[in-house]
T-cell receptor, first 114, second 113 residues
């Protein structure tokens, strides 16, 4: 069984479009995250939710909006996509906000904005 | 501010030799330091972690050391094998910032046959 899953795996779209990435975890974890990994492989946290409550909101354009319908799901909606949004987006979950427990990552969604 | 510095950015070692990756962190209150391995096209996965109450932890060929005074921690891989080739990330948990994990910039490790 997949612990943390994301859909879609690949997303190719035009500038200006709106798109969503979905994430689900079946580990029973309380906390979920979105990370952005750019072309230089740098992993940067974007958002974190604990029991459906937003606890971390980094300096991210407000075109990015996370939504957590329940603690097993954390979706990411992106409005008015820009070229610079092209990256791999990873969802992750952990038992306790920020650790010390392990963060389990999803397989990633490679977003390409043309 | 919140920062984890990681060196080197790339590392190439002969198969069988040892590899060492070093990180420094800025928040003296940090108490949890995981290391993640990311193979090409795959997700990051935890390989080892250390908490601030110990100075060293070992798991087979992998060991991590922590110097809280100097705010340094390091990953040591001995007897390297081709499957060790990957990008390695250190990270630190920042207690002063909603307990978030800050990642280093990554080290691309290549094992030469």
């Amino acid at each position: 069984d997949t612990a943390v899953s994301q859909t879609p795996k690949y997303l190719v779209t035009q500038m200006g479009n709106d798109k969503s990435i979905k994430c689900e975890q079946n580990l029973g974890h309380d906390t979920m995250y979105w990370y952005k990994q750019d072309s230089k492989k740098f992993l940067k946290i974007m958002f974190s939710y604990n029991n459906k409550e937003l606890i971390i909101n980094e300096t991210v354009p407000n075109r990015f909006s996370p939504k957590s319908p329940d603690k097993a799901h954390l979706n990411l909606h992106i409005n008015s996509l820009e070229l610079g949004d092209s990256a791999v987006y990873f969802c992750a979950s952990s038992q306790i906000a920020g650790g010390p427990d392990t963060q389990y990552f999803g397989p990633g969604t490679r977003l390409t904005v043309l | 501010g919140e920062n984890v510095e990681q060196h080197p950015s790339t590392l190439s070692v002969q198969e069988g030799d040892s590899a060492v990756i070093k990180c420094t962190y800025s928040d003296s209150a940090s108490n949890y330091f995981p290391w993640y391995k990311q193979e090409l096209g795959k997700r990051p996965q935890l390989i080892i972690d250390i908490r601030s109450n110990v100075g060293e932890k070992k798991d087979q060929r992998i060991a991590v050391t922590l110097n809280k005074t100097a705010k340094h921690f390091s990953l040591h891989i001995t007897e390297t094998q081709p499957e060790d080739s990957a990008v390695y990330f250190c990270a630190a948990r920042y207690e002063s910032s909603a307990s978030k994990i800050i990642f280093g910039s990554g080290t691309r490790l290549s094992i030469r046959p």
